[in-house]
């Protein structure tokens, strides 16, 4: 369960980085 829990949190920083740099990258 702690390796699912991870994989979901790892997932939501990583889709928080992307949207950051494109809406700071425009």
Do not use: E
Request: with cysteine; net charge positive; charged share 5%.
């Amino acid at each position: 369960m702690r390796g699912y829990l991870v994989a979901i949190f790892l997932s939501a920083v990583f889709l928080y980085y992307v949207l950051h740099c494109i809406l700071w990258g425009t």
